[in-house]
């Protein structure tokens, strides 16, 4: 199990701590670290900063949004990125939710998200692989486009510039059941929200056809710190948010795998909560337990117990959000 730092985006502006923890992290020989994207700061800009800083850490995106670009500029994103960092790029997708591809992007969310990911991840394949033109007949994607609106002149193109890597990693971030066996099918690797080494069991039919190879990166919080209660607070905000902020009360995303996860009724007192505008008292309804489980909180030898748990599964790379070189700098001697 090879470690990554996730360092996720920007709040009201940049962090100044995310370029030296990346350097650091680098130089105690983590594997990765990636960037993310919500309704802010985007992913790739960021990423391209901390790899003109840095020489050996492989560089992904956890996640980048599908609605915020077309598959081919996604590819172009990548196939740059790759090719100026000397091979280090992986890219990860995900398609997020109602609430932000309608609210933000500003189109309407795909009645079926699995097509829709489906046909993404195809032209962005066909990008990275050059072997031809790019060509797809789809339900939302369509190259050359073949609408009643367009002109007819479309022609189908390659890229003009050869990409350093055909075979650049494709990961996804998914959540339900069928939408992770597609991931198994489609991708090069998974990128779980949420993982619990105690309950490895949820996606065990899911992942069943997943190849040699496959990779499962889930990202956690880690904390070094005496108190294990004061120490989850942050992991339980970050919960409180995504539970009850980051989704509509008729589908929200995070929300239902809490509840596959067996945490049903928390869930949706969280949501209940958060929607009320009484924010703090939702955060502190996510049990402790959850919020402990899918975390590495607590003293030093703690961790390394919690970290033989994260081994004995199929994770193949754990991305931490750290908040302190003196967090990595365990992580990475337990490993």
Not at 16 to 35: C, D, F, I, K, P
Not at 67 to 73: G, L, Q
């Amino acid at each position: 199990m090879r470690l990554g730092l996730a360092l996720g985006y920007w709040g009201r502006g940049p962090d100044a701590r995310h370029l030296e923890l990346a350097r650091q992290a680098e130089q105690l020989g983590y594997h990765s670290v990636w960037t993310a994207e919500s309704w802010g700061s985007d992913a790739f800009t960021a990423l391209t900063w901390i790899a003109a800083h840095t020489s050996r850490i492989r560089l992904g995106t956890a996640v980048a949004q599908m609605a915020a670009r077309t598959p081919t500029a996604t590819a172009m994103h990548a196939l740059t990125l790759d090719h100026l960092s000397g091979g280090r790029m992986l890219l990860g997708l995900g398609l997020s939710g109602p609430q932000v591809v309608e609210g933000w992007y500003g189109r309407p969310f795909p009645a079926s998200p699995l097509t829709l990911t489906r046909e993404y991840v195809d032209v962005v394949r066909q990008v990275l692989r050059r072997q031809g033109p790019v060509r797809l007949a789809g339900r939302y994607h369509t190259h050359p486009y073949a609408g009643p609106d367009g002109t007819g002149m479309g022609k189908p193109l390659k890229p003009i510039t050869h990409p350093l890597r055909p075979d650049l990693p494709v990961l996804l971030g998914a959540e339900g059941p069928k939408n992770v066996a597609q991931t198994a099918r489609i991708a090069d690797g998974w990128l779980p929200l949420y993982w619990s080494p105690f309950r490895t069991s949820v996606y065990e039919a899911a992942l069943a056809e997943a190849p040699p190879g496959f990779l499962v990166a889930p990202m956690a919080q880690a904390r070094l710190c005496a108190d294990v209660t004061e120490g989850l607070l942050p992991v339980k905000a970050m919960l409180g948010f995504y539970i009850g902020g980051m989704g509509h009360a008729r589908r929200n995303f995070h929300a239902e795998l809490m509840a596959r996860m067996g945490y049903a009724e928390a869930a949706e007192r969280v949501r209940e909560l958060f929607a009320a505008g009484r924010r703090e008292e939702a955060v502190h309804a996510v049990p402790d337990t959850f919020a402990d489980e899918i975390s590495l909180i607590g003293p030093r030898e703690r961790i390394a117990e919690r970290l033989e748990l994260w081994r004995s599964g199929p994770v193949t790379d754990l991305l931490v959000t750290a908040p302190d070189p003196g967090t990595l700098r365990v992580l990475a001697e337990l490993m």
